[in-house]
């Protein structure tokens, strides 16, 4: 499997169209994505919860967004109100300027659990979002190979999900939300439930990808390691209520190997994080005890 | 059994929906995948396989064996009491033995007027079934799927559904035109309320996260409930259509205590008349065997809509 991963992103040549696709919406500066003063209240009256709490966000054009935070913070809610699923209680989110009103093929979603459809076929799933297009069967297909080919996964077209490894499913959901050439990738904690050693291979085959793709990605994490290795930007969210407590910019070259886990940057930039996160953690716990 | 992901197990329990008497539907939910049919080609492939994994072939064999022993031993209990005059709480003394009934059977077999009896029946079955399936399915999904539809339809289901068939009768012959059709109007009753239940059960099962995953995929409503919600319900819904077919065989004679001529249930019934013993085990055995014939064919005719179920790693 591994062997797979390496060798297939790297076979630009056959992914070739998806990757042109995919430049042609960057260098047409799609993919900007506004969050203005937008809070999230679950619940009403005595039972009102702050989810999210009066965050300004910009995303440009391409780059890579980590939104890194301890769990409950309201990572998972703020990518909502972008993916459509989450009305915000106020303010505004658009994407390149049409305001979000709901769910929508151009900002393609890869959520933590499986959520392959088990009863079509690797392929079919891929092939899905180009169907509701209005493709034909026969253009939705050879789509859907051209991006299973990026993932490194042509090999199971025809297999069920049932019959792919943990992995290997949300290899096909990355895939399946590329196929409807999304200007935005929203991805919640994808990577979470994977074991260390799937994760880091997950970590560099989506930066290869994302590399050729050249889609704005809003990646959602509580893991430092993870925010710190993918990241053009990591923006820190703190609890209860949640907002954005810190917002800095990862200067590390790409493309990134496993190696720079050593490099000075990298180290400084960890140490920044995880402060940060124990500070806040720290000031949350002494108001408790107040 | 199969490994799938948590979220997608929509199968948990078919909803039992027998009627109340009808406990051996019941036990066809529980079942489950241990006891789904054996395709031609499955036995084929189990065949081969034998060559490779001897130890499948056995357990095979060794569960048709068993279940076969079983029943020959019922069988010769069942001859052994009635030879005996077993008489001790039970009475067997007037139960006509397994060789009597044999012999009738055979008897009958050999006359046409038996396969007409049977080709009746099947059909009145055939068509309440097949309409049930039509009218269940539908309002399962509505159901499973509508909350306003869910409280408007389901209070009829809950007070019909234990009304045991045979009450149905006079009302079936005041409402309906013909006999014909107030018997496959009682199959028809049989077969609907487990195929609604398991239906609405299997719909309201849809996860979340699927919805969610076809919606960021640009799929409408209409798309949501043709690629997501159904074939989640799929399970379910298959597994009420054999229980369907099990209880619409299990109201056929009610049914056809209405029918002055022909069908299995009728034969029973007119043998019950007449008290002659041995033909209403004969017909009490058909039902029970076609019953299960039909639900076997049931099984297998849904079965390839389940085949991504039993793909796993
Ligand atoms: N649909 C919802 N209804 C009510 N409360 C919710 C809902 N979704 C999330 N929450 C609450 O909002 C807070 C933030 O949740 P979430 O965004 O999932 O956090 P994270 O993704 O950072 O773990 C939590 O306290 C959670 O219980
Ligand atoms: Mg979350």
Not at chain 1, 257 to 270: S, W
Not at chain 2, 44 to 71: Q, Y
Not at chain 2, 176 to 201: C, D, K, M, Q
Request: charged content about 15%; hydrophobic content about 45%.
């Amino acid at each position: 499997m591994i062997a797979n991963i390496i060798n297939l992103s790297r076979d630009k040549d056959a992914s070739a169209a998806a990757v042109q696709a995919g430049k042609n919406l960057s260098s047409e500066g799609k993919g900007h994505v506004t969050i203005e003063d937008v809070s999230v209240v679950f619940g009403a009256g005595a039972d009102a919860h702050t989810a999210v709490e009066s965050t300004q966000l910009e995303v440009q054009p391409g780059e890579f967004l980590c939104i890194l935070g301890p769990s409950g913070c309201g990572k998972s809610t703020l990518l909502n109100s972008v993916a459509g699923f989450v009305q915000p209680s106020s303010g505004t989110v658009a994407v390149d300027g049409a305001p979000v009103t709901g769910p929508g093929p151009e900002r393609g979603m890869v959520f933590q659990q499986y959520s392959l459809m088990p009863w079509k076929t690797v392929r079919d799933n891929v092939a899905f979002g180009p169907l509701l297009a209005g493709q034909s069967k026969s253009e939705a297909q050879s789509i859907a190979y051209t991006f299973l080919n990026m993932v490194g996964l042509t090999r199971f077209a025809k297999h069920y999900p049932a019959e792919l490894s943990g992995g290997m499913q949300q290899r096909v959901g990355i895939a399946r939300a590329l196929a409807n050439y999304p200007s935005v990738l929203l991805m919640d904690e994808p990577f979470g439930a994977l074991d260390a050693q799937t994760r880091l291979m997950m970590q560099e085959n989506l930066l290869r990808i994302w590399e050729d793709f050249g889609t704005t990605v809003m990646f959602v994490t509580h893991d430092v390691d993870e925010a710190v290795f993918l990241a053009d930007r990591v923006v820190i969210m703190s609890a209860a209520p949640g907002r954005i407590i810190d917002d800095f910019r990862v200067d590390i070259p790409r493309p990134r190997t496993t190696d720079i886990t050593t490099d000075d940057t990298y180290i400084q930039l960890k140490r920044r994080c995880m402060d940060r996160i124990r500070s806040e953690s720290l000031r949350a716990f002494e108001q408790q005890n107040h | 059994m199969n490994a799938s992901p948590p979220d997608t197990q929509a199968t948990a329990g078919a909803v039992a929906t027998a009627a109340p008497d009808g406990a051996p539907e019941a036990m066809d939910a529980a079942e489950g995948e241990a006891d789904r049919p054996v395709t031609p080609r499955e036995a084929v492939s189990v065949l081969i396989a034998a060559a490779l994994k001897p130890k499948a072939v056995k357990a095979f064999a060794k569960s048709w064996s068993i279940r076969l022993t079983a029943l020959a031993v019922g069988v010769l209990i069942w001859q052994w009491a009635t030879a005996i005059n077993f008489n001790y709480f039970i009475n067997f003394e007037n139960i006509p033995s397994p060789v009597k009934v044999w012999t009738a059977f055979v008897a009958h077999v050999q006359s046409t007027e038996f396969y007409i009896h049977i080709a009746v029946s099947m059909q009145r079955i055939f068509i309440g079934y097949m309409s049930a399936v039509g009218l269940g399915i539908l309002l399962g999904l509505v159901i499973g799927r509508s909350r306003l539809a869910r409280d408007v339809i389901s209070p009829y289901i809950e007070i019909l559904r234990p009304i045991p068939a045979v009450a149905w009768i006079p009302l079936a012959i005041l409402m309906w035109p013909t006999e014909e059709s107030s018997i496959i109007y009682i199959t028809f009753l049989g077969a609907l309320f487990p195929i609604i239940l398991n239906t609405a059960h299997g719909a309201e099962l849809t996860p979340d996260v699927l919805i969610r995953a076809a919606k960021s995929l640009g799929a409408n409503r209409r798309e949501i409930f043709w690629h997501v919600v159904i074939p989640a319900a799929l399970p379910s819904i298959t597994a009420g259509l054999a229980i369907g077919m099990g209880v619409s065989w299990f109201s056929l004679l009610a049914g056809e205590i209405i029918s002055g001529q022909y069908g299995i249930g009728y034969f029973t019934w007119n043998a019950y008349s007449l008290i002659n013993y041995p033909d209403i085990v004969v017909g009490m055995l058909m039902i029970g065997g076609l019953g299960t014939l039909s639900t076997y064919a049931v099984r297998l005719a849904t079965r390839p809509l389940l085949s991504w179920q039993r793909r796993s790693r």
